[in-house]
């Protein structure tokens, strides 16, 4: 049986605190890519300190995402709730993304940039059965085309994060006319067969 691990001691929990606030702020301003030297710094650490801390990147993705994702699950239960499968359909889609717009570092976590992050994973995978749940409530209701899969959602949630982080700078709402035609191309009335352009 493993031994429990030992407490902190409570100049060593206050760095860990001060590098995980760091790190939400680092990785929201500019995507889990931003060098950890500026997590530091921000945090008032040293470089050392944050490795004895976070040994990699994918310790700190581990850290604070699978909490900040949690919202998932809220979005995701008023998408069910709503009477509208079509309306709740959408409604979760544009929650999502709003997500990813307004944090950078989620962006790239729900864009799965770092899937080595255990922690991590396992809120994507409660994310993804969400996810099935609402698009077979809109399917049944044939509002949403029949040949839409989960698939086909991650997809759609890869290329929003391109364009929400290529567009950040210049033009931050520019994903909302992106899913607008999206959506529009995912009313079942407006599908064509696959293949077909």
């Excluded at 760091?22 to 921000?42: K, M, W």
């Excluded at 650490?45 to 909490?67: C, K, M, N, W």
Aim: charged share 30%.
């Amino acid at each position: 049986m493993a031994a429990e691990p030992k407490p902190l001691r409570a100049d060593a929990a206050r760095n860990r605190r001060k590098l995980l606030d760091a790190a939400a702020e680092v990785f929201g301003d500019r995507g889990l890519d931003a060098p950890l030297e500026h997590i530091a710094r921000r945090a008032g650490v040293s470089i050392g300190t944050l490795y004895a801390h976070f040994p990699t990147r994918q310790a700190f993705v581990d850290a604070i995402f699978p909490e900040r994702l949690a919202v998932l699950d809220r979005i995701a239960d008023e998408s069910l709730a709503d009477p509208d499968p079509w309306r709740g359909f959408v409604a979760f889609l544009v929650g999502i993304f709003t997500l990813q717009a307004e944090d950078h570092g989620l962006n790239d976590a729900l864009a799965r940039r770092f899937p080595q992050a255990s922690e991590l994973a396992e809120v994507c995978q409660r994310g993804a059965d969400h996810a099935e749940r609402i698009i077979k409530r809109a399917k049944e209701s044939g509002r949403l085309r029949a040949d839409f899969e989960l698939s086909d959602l991650t997809a759609l949630t890869w290329a929003m994060s391109q364009v929400i982080r290529e567009s950040a700078a210049t033009a931050p709402d520019a994903w909302r006319r992106c899913l607008a035609f999206v959506v529009d191309g995912l009313r079942a009335e407006a599908a064509h067969p696959i293949g077909e352009l």
